[in-house]
């Protein structure tokens, strides 16, 4: 997959004028990164954030070893408008927040520190490209109540009683687990055990296990039990259930519209994604008094200050906390 990236992108290159600025050794770092063990998807998103820099290059036009600290400010200000293109020329409509503006400035420094690690001429240091300040934004987790019948909802709402059971399946494990939906759709047979225990290899190749309560391990079985394939997956079409497609699984846009449209059809008014029901999974376990050590290893989060994110969105829990530790509380 990622050499198909990569030849697309230099026969781009190759059809670009001689005045066009290009970002020099790109296709290089992607290389480094697919050397190193990154996934597919990081590699596709490190090259397509990198290519929105190579546009805004173009547009003013600025060489690329003119490249000084006001250029970065003035492509910060470029993420900040709806000016800016998708590396496909494509125009947007709204405005980046913060997080996907930091992710682009963090593209660009991983790109710099690579060429001075190669000894390739940098015309900045990668320090100097500072992030912005984030806005501090309390994500809404649905109530407990509403979160179950989205969950239940496959079992009422869907006609065919293969895709009902399927589609409840994958809600059952998804917030059993509280796994990412990358990890969900790719979710195979054998990384399953008798008991429930799950096997993730997660972002950035890190191991852990993920388990299954004893009612969403029910309807999984309940679900494999309608499959007569030869599927590795776990959650496959239902138009792929015969051998000729064995190697067919559900997709991350497929598990997002249904989960919208349950929210809808149920009147549910808090907006409910794949991951806010990963959000929700932590935040429920931190009101019952999980510690934030053990939902960062069940999150598989690298560190510690990202499951605490997660836990302090709940004024729920908040007032918990509140009620039980205030000093003059009697």
Same mark, same amino acid.
């Given at each position: 997959m990622f050499f198909v990236i990569v030849v697309k992108n230099s026969a781009k290159m190759k059809n670009k004028s001689k005045n066009t600025i290009v970002l020099p050794y790109l296709d290089d770092f992607l290389l480094h990164l697919q050397s190193n063990n990154y996934s597919d998807e990081t590699i596709y998103n490190y090259e397509r954030d990198l290519l929105v820099f190579e546009n805004f290059l173009n547009e003013s036009p600025i060489p690329f070893n003119k490249i000084n600290k006001r250029i970065v400010e003035s492509y910060k200000a470029y993420l900040a408008s709806i000016d800016r293109e998708t590396p496909i020329k494509? #125009?947007?409509?709204?405005?980046? %927040?913060?997080y996907s503006t930091n992710r682009f400035l963090s593209s660009l420094r991983s790109y710099f520190r690579y060429l001075i690690k190669m000894d390739y001429p940098s015309p900045i240091p990668p320090? !100097?490209?500072t992030l912005i300040k984030k806005e501090?934004? *309390?994500?809404?987790?649905p109530e407990f109540q509403d979160t179950v019948k989205l969950i239940e909802s496959p079992s009422q709402l869907e006609k065919n009683q293969i895709i009902a059971k399927r589609n409840r399946a994958i809600l +059952?494990?998804?917030? #059993?687990? %509280?796994?990412? *939906?990358?990890?969900l759709v790719n979710l195979k047979l054998s990384q399953i055990n008798k008991e429930g225990q799950i096997y993730i290899l997660g972002k950035g190749k890190k191991e852990r296990f993920a388990y299954l309560t004893p009612r969403a391990f029910r309807h999984l079985k309940e679900y494999l039990k309608t499959r007569n394939d030869e599927s590795a997956y776990v959650f496959i079409p239902y138009s792929g259930r015969n051998k000729a497609m064995k190697d067919k699984k559900v997709s991350t846009n497929y598990i997002q519209?249904?989960?919208?449209q349950y929210r809808e059809i149920l009147g549910i008014n808090v907006p409910i994604s794949p991951? @806010?029901?990963?959000? @929700?999974?932590?935040?429920?376990? !931190? +009101? #019952?008094g !999980? #510690?934030? @050590?053990?939902?960062?290893?069940?999150? %598989?989060?690298e560190s510690l200050d990202t499951t605490t994110r997660y836990v302090q969105i709940s004024s729920?829990? @908040?007032?918990?906390?509140h009620e039980k530790f205030h000093p003059l509380k009697e």
């Amino acid at each position: 997959m990622f050499f198909v990236i990569v030849v697309k992108n230099s026969a781009k290159m190759k059809n670009k004028s001689k005045n066009t600025i290009v970002l020099p050794y790109l296709d290089d770092f992607l290389l480094h990164l697919q050397s190193n063990n990154y996934s597919d998807e990081t590699i596709y998103n490190y090259e397509r954030d990198l290519l929105v820099f190579e546009n805004f290059l173009n547009e003013s036009p600025i060489p690329f070893n003119k490249i000084n600290k006001r250029i970065v400010e003035s492509y910060k200000a470029y993420l900040a408008s709806i000016d800016r293109e998708t590396p496909i020329k494509a #125009s947007v409509e709204k405005k980046l %927040g913060s997080y996907s503006t930091n992710r682009f400035l963090s593209s660009l420094r991983s790109y710099f520190r690579y060429l001075i690690k190669m000894d390739y001429p940098s015309p900045i240091p990668p320090d !100097a490209i500072t992030l912005i300040k984030k806005e501090k934004k *309390i994500p809404k987790v649905p109530e407990f109540q509403d979160t179950v019948k989205l969950i239940e909802s496959p079992s009422q709402l869907e006609k065919n009683q293969i895709i009902a059971k399927r589609n409840r399946a994958i809600l +059952e494990v998804f917030f #059993s687990t %509280g796994i990412r *939906i990358s990890e969900l759709v790719n979710l195979k047979l054998s990384q399953i055990n008798k008991e429930g225990q799950i096997y993730i290899l997660g972002k950035g190749k890190k191991e852990r296990f993920a388990y299954l309560t004893p009612r969403a391990f029910r309807h999984l079985k309940e679900y494999l039990k309608t499959r007569n394939d030869e599927s590795a997956y776990v959650f496959i079409p239902y138009s792929g259930r015969n051998k000729a497609m064995k190697d067919k699984k559900v997709s991350t846009n497929y598990i997002q519209y249904k989960i919208k449209q349950y929210r809808e059809i149920l009147g549910i008014n808090v907006p409910i994604s794949p991951h @806010a029901l990963r959000r @929700a999974f932590a935040t429920y376990l !931190a +009101e #019952s008094g !999980a #510690s934030p @050590a053990a939902i960062q290893i069940l999150l %598989g989060h690298e560190s510690l200050d990202t499951t605490t994110r997660y836990v302090q969105i709940s004024s729920r829990y @908040a007032k918990k906390v509140h009620e039980k530790f205030h000093p003059l509380k009697e």
